[in-house]
């Protein structure tokens, strides 16, 4: 399907592995320009750009900001125009997770995560904007969490952070509305990553479960279809609002979900 994203130019945070990969790598199929951001071995990620952009035939850059710095978020942003000579897609992805119950959460954890889950979209949206408006045209696209509508105990900080980001969105959505920018919202339910399959294992392992009932009765308990979310289908959904035809939607929250929210 051609989106007609041909020639335009995104950052995509967290984008070295798992989800924020994923959609790079969709963002790069469809032609556009991709800054890559996140961690891991350098030796690796650079191994992972070259491939991509290989692969695409499309720009592919790395900037390695740390989503707890609002400098480097904002060089980031500065460096994917300077290098790409513009900036349509923003897609705040980048986040970590961290289970404890609120009194004995620790609070290095709790500013971490709230730093690189909600923060940093601040951050990146910040120093977004101005390009945008420049070009008059701009998507921002912020992957929340099923999390972000509905709560679950022990991870007060990563709901919390997710809650936040939605609200986010929306006060974004109304002061950018007239100005060709839209920015919404993805709420994924549980997408299968590497990391979930080390949940999986690791569980299977401590609990004495078969590896089919930790995927059915833990991991996607909260979820109806029990089934993941996939790659493909979180991708379509990015695509179609970095479109022209998502240019109506502006300041939703897209719950993909199989059904966790409905409730």
Known sequence: MDYGLKGQAAIVTGSTSGIGHAIAQALAEAGVDVVL???????????????L???????????GADMTRGDEIADMVAFAQGELGRLDILVNNAGIQFVSPIDQFPTDKWDQIIAINLTSNFHAIRAALPIMKGQKHGRIINIAS???LVA???????????????????????EIAEAGI??????PGYVHTPLVDGQIKDTAKARGMSEE??????????????QFISFDQ????????????????NGAHLSIDGGWTAG
């Not at 952009?53 to 900037?63: D, F, I, L, P």
């Not at 839209?182 to 709420?187: L, R, S």
């Not at 979180?234 to 939607?249: D, E, F, H, Q, T």
């Open 37 to 51: 951001n996140g961690l891991g071995d350098p030796v690796a990620i650079e191994a992972t750009r070259s491939q």
């Open 234 to 249: 979180l991708n379509g959904m990015v695509l179609y609002l970095a479109s022209a035809a998502g240019g109506g939607v």
């Open 146 to 148: 099923a999390h972000g």
């Open 213 to 226: 009932a930790v995927v059915r009765d833990v991991i996607l308990a909260a979820q109806p279809s029990k």
């Open 53 to 63: 952009e290989q692969a695409t035939g499309v720009r592919v850059r790395y900037h």
């Open 152 to 174: 679950s105990p022990f991870k007060g900080a990563y709901v919390a952070a997710k809650h936040g980001v939605l609200g986010l969105t929306k006060t974004v959505a109304l």
């Open 182 to 187: 839209t920015c919404n919202a993805i709420c």
